[in-house]
């Protein structure tokens, strides 16, 4: 299955189950926390890389036996089903459930992801009464595309980046010629509501102070003022925060945000943000916890299965890291710009490589047994590795927890719902908020659109 919702927990339940993930957290925090050079003791060298897999399909998803003691928000993502969404049965690389011309420039990733995220919030338009929504960080406007080209939406849609906002109106103008030709060939099919392409406003949306331009009508709303619902696909970092506190504006009545980049967020600023988890002991997330929370743990057990070379990307690292503090013991964990094809590299040649991009002499003299020696150790690095990594979902559960615990603390109503194949898109969950309560509504926003 995918994802599991956090609906039906009352907000009581939400606090205790925040409480249980803090404490979970600060228990497994020496794994969570350390860097793969740190030595994995106990049983690790006697576990096969082979176990693994099966070890994380069964806890991807955390359940009521589970250390965090409830189905909390699938841990984040929930577990996933190992199959390929029935849309790409047929192609895996076009999507059935969209036209040919919405699936042109578009990854099969997002070809799912624009597709169930603007279903979503078609639904939540009309059950809201919006009369406009905003595109939050819309970057080549392939959402904005769809939701209002292919579902008679009327879309503003946000970007700070003048060169993705270029790009976005050329596709417009792409697809509404695709259109054309579409309908001259098959008149039988009726498009959604009126042929309005997105508006694109050239603009950054600081975290830290509401942005009037998002308020703005495109057009007179024909009762009343403007409803508007604010959406975000995989907003990154800060931005999906700032949807949160834009929420708060009367104009607003709904949002619907996918988050991503959780090591992104502003420290302090971007989490907590609620009172609750901000008064919880062990509460805090260091950089490191926030940056494993992004992985894709769907996507590794998968590569663990193969037990292909790829793995051993991890132990070279981990060599690396020994040199770059033998020769600079302050610099500690730097980033190093990936290598390509690392597999396919011995050793001591990833290491010079290594050593360049972070600016040490790549002429240093190397202990060469040493470095062997450490591939001995690739199976414990891994299996160490993929612990932190089962333990990660913990933390985007916990961060997604503290927005919806946001929003019930200023009495709004919220809810976070999987829509999303987690195979594909592992920051699977939609955060889903009303200022007016929507009762079992909510359930038509989880459901496929036939």
């Known amino acids: 299955m995918s994802g599991v919702s956090a ?3 009352s907000p009581e339940q939400r606090r205790q189950l925040a409480g249980k993930l803090t404490r979970v957290l600060a228990r497994y925090r020496p794994i969570l926390d350390a860097y793969i050079i740190v030595s994995p003791g106990g049983i690790l060298h006697r576990q096969p890389v082979g176990h693994t897999p099966r070890l994380m399909a069964g806890s991807a998803g955390w359940t009521e036996a589970s250390p965090a003691g409830h189905t909390a928000a699938g841990g984040a993502r929930g577990r996933g089903s190992g199959q390929t969404p029935s849309e790409f049965l047929e192609n895996p690389s076009q999507s059935s459930r969209l036209t040919a011309p919405f699936r042109k420039h578009v990854r ?31 970057g080549q406007g392939h959402l904005s595309r769809f939701m209002s080209l292919g579902l008679g939406l009327t879309v503003k849609s946000v970007e700070g980046d003048p060169r993705l906002v270029e790009r976005a109106q050329r596709l417009d103008r792409e697809l509404l010629q695709a259109l054309e030709k579409e309908e001259k060939r098959r008149p039988q099919v009726v498009l959604a509501g009126p042929r309005c392409s997105p508006q694109h406003v050239v603009r950054w949306v600081e975290p830290t102070a509401l942005c009037e ?18 959406t975000g696909l995989h907003a990154c970092g800060d931005l999906s925060v700032t949807l949160l506190r834009h929420f708060s504006c009367p104009e607003v009545v709904a949002l619907a945000s996918v988050g991503c980049c959780y090591m992104k967020l502003s420290d302090p600023g971007g989490y907590p943000l609620s009172q609750w988890v901000a008064g919880l002991p062990g509460h805090e997330l260091p950089y490191r916890l926030r940056e494993g929370a992004c992985h894709a743990l769907e996507e590794y057990a998968g590569r663990l299965r193969r037990s292909g070379p790829g793995l051993r990307t ?3 690292r981990a060599a690396l890291e020994t040199v770059i503090r033998g020769a600079r013991p302050e610099l500690r964990r730097p980033g190093v710009q990936g290598i390509p094809r690392v597999h396919e590299l011995k050793i001591e040649e990833y290491v010079q490589r290594g050593l360049q991009r972070v600016g040490l002499d790549p002429r240093l003299p ?4 040493a470095l062997r020696a450490h591939l001995s150790q690739e199976n414990r690095v891994v299996a160490f590795f993929s612990l932190a990594l089962l333990l990660a979902p913990l933390v985007e559960s916990l961060i997604l927890l503290d927005r919806l615990l946001y929003l019930q603390e200023q009495g709004f109503h919220a809810e976070l719902l999987p829509i999303f194949s987690p195979e594909l898109s592992p920051r699977n969950l939609v955060l889903v908020a009303t200022k007016r309560p929507l009762g079992e509504a909510f359930s038509l926003l989880e459901t496929e659109d036939r």
């Open 366 to 369: 190397l202990n060469l047994a």
């Open 108 to 138: 099969p990733k997002k070809q799912h992801e624009i597709r169930r995220l603007g279903e979503l919030v078609k639904k939540l338009s009309d059950l809201t009464g919006c009369t406009q929504v905003v595109d939050i960080g819309s």
């Open 314 to 316: 991890h132990c070279y």
């Open 7 to 9: 609906r039906g927990l």
């Open 213 to 230: 331009e998002l308020l703005l009508p495109l057009e007179t709303p024909p009762r009343g003022g403007a409803r508007l619902l604010l």
